[in-house]
């Protein structure tokens, strides 16, 4: 029922209650997405290890984690949603903007369609979150403490904030 005062003070909450779909230009969602990522290899890592998982499982799940982002942020999941039109026109021109040499380097070229550019981020960050999970495990690390470890955080946070065009040196580990 609307209030019928007229006092903007009475505590009435007037927002919005309509049901929206995760937003990727949110850094939040965008982290969540990223976290559940490391989650989910840092398992199949050590599904891999116990010998629960084949290699050649475990690449073809990594296949379909980069296909599935790619899919999500070209705007092509339906179970998500963007802003201003970010994904993927926004996205993939901020990308070619600010990390064209490594886009070159994963895929070698630079894509000038904008779909091309977010599935080649997305095989950048499959790879550079394979190799911080390596360089995680390498230290005698079991891999499912990965998710919530400080090298995890940081890729997540560096990828998050590439994806959602906040400011960021974008650098991808070699």
Not at 116 to 145: H, K, N, Q, W
Request: with cysteine; charged share 20%; hydrophobic share 35%.
């Amino acid at each position: 029922m609307p209030c019928s005062c007229s006092n903007s003070r009475c505590g009435c909450d007037f927002s919005s209650r309509i049901k929206r779909k995760p937003d990727l230009t949110s850094i939040e969602v965008v982290s969540d997405l990223f976290f559940q990522a490391s989650r989910k290899t840092a398992a199949r890592l050590n599904a891999l290890h116990e010998g629960l998982l084949s290699p050649e499982e475990f690449r073809g799940a990594q296949e379909r984690l980069a296909d599935w982002i790619g899919t999500t942020f070209s705007g092509a999941n339906t179970h998500y949603g963007s802003s201003e039109g970010w994904n993927p026109k926004g996205l993939a021109a901020y990308a070619r903007h600010v990390c064209a040499e490594q886009i070159r380097q994963a895929v070698g070229f630079l894509p000038t369609d904008d779909a091309e550019t977010i599935f080649a981020l997305a095989l950048m960050y499959r790879r550079d979150l394979e190799t911080s999970l390596e360089t995680y495990v390498r230290c005698g690390t079991s891999p499912l403490s990965f998710a919530l470890s400080d090298l995890s955080v940081q890729l997540i946070n560096r990828w998050s904030r590439l994806m959602t065009g906040a400011p960021v040196e974008f650098v991808v580990p070699r």
